[in-house]
T-cell receptor, first 110, second 113 residues
Framework: TQLLEQSPQFLSIQEGENLTVYCNSSSVFSSLQWYRQEPGEGPVLLVTVVTGGEVKKLKRLTFQFGDARKDSSLHITAAQPGDTGLYLCAGDNYGQNFVFGPGTRLSVLP | NAGVMQNPRHLVRRRGQEARLRCSPMKGHSHVYWYRQLPEEGLKFMVYLQKENIIDESGMPKERFSAEFPKEGPSILRIQQVVRGDSAAYFC???????????FGNGTRLTVT
């Protein structure tokens, strides 16, 4: 069974701070997605990374896929209260299904 | 999220009753995935279906749980003889083809009393 680990599990920071959250596995994935989920709603796709070493930017969010396609990081610059939510990474298990990590719960305080 | 429709949003069942959860995928999507989420946890894969076919049900309990995605109509996740441990949020996601990112609905929150 492929497993994804995410760290930290919880993160509480002040508005304006920078942060990085991590997604790690011992397995290789064909692609990896990051989602954000808010209370009472379903996860919303933020980005997909496919190539080892790939870096993608989405406004203040920077996503990186590890060279070996086993891990990924999400860096947020100048966090805002609107960034609060559960950040989930999901690995594409070569077409069989998508494996989700347990998530990092981020709270950005004004 | 608005594209994938799940209903009901909230469902309360007594122990022993049946729960039927419905999911209408986004228009043009023929691949449906069901996930279960407990409070403060991530998503656990249950089943992956295409029209009229179950592709992967490795995450679904062998007893009491079943899923279908008929040629016409929504995908149904059915839980028979519910127990308190079945209480969770159940999310459906769809994609236009396999190995593409998933689009999620807003879930059905099942409470078993």
């Amino acid at each position: 069974t492929q497993l994804l680990e995410q760290s930290p599990q919880f993160l509480s920071i002040q508005e304006g701070e920078n942060l990085t959250v991590y997604c790690n596995s011992s397995s290789v994935f064909s692609s990896l997605q990051w989602y954000r989920q808010e209370p009472g709603e379903g996860p919303v796709l933020l980005v997909t990374v496919v190539t080892g070493g790939e870096v993608k930017k989405l406004k203040r969010l920077t996503f990186q896929f590890g060279d070996a396609r086993k891990d990924s990081s999400l860096h947020i610059t100048a966090a805002q209260p609107g960034d609060t939510g559960l950040y989930l990474c999901a690995g594409d298990n070569y077409g069989q299904n998508f494996v989700f990590g347990p998530g990092t719960r981020l709270s950005v305080l004004p | 999220n608005a594209g994938v429709m799940q209903n009901p949003r909230h469902l309360v069942r007594r122990r022993g009753q049946e729960a039927r959860l419905r999911c209408s995928p986004m228009k043009g999507h023929s691949h449906v995935y069901w996930y279960r989420q407990l409070p403060e946890e991530g998503l656990k894969f249950m089943v992956y279906l295409q029209k009229e076919n179950i592709i992967d049900e490795s995450g679904m309990p062998k007893e009491r749980f079943s899923a279908e995605f008929p040629k016409e109509g929504p995908s149904i996740l059915r839980i028979q003889q519910v127990v308190r441990g079945d209480s969770a949020a159940y999310f459906c996601a769809s994609s236009p083809a396999d190995r593409l990112p998933l689009h999620f609905g807003n879930g059905t929150r099942l409470t078993v009393t």
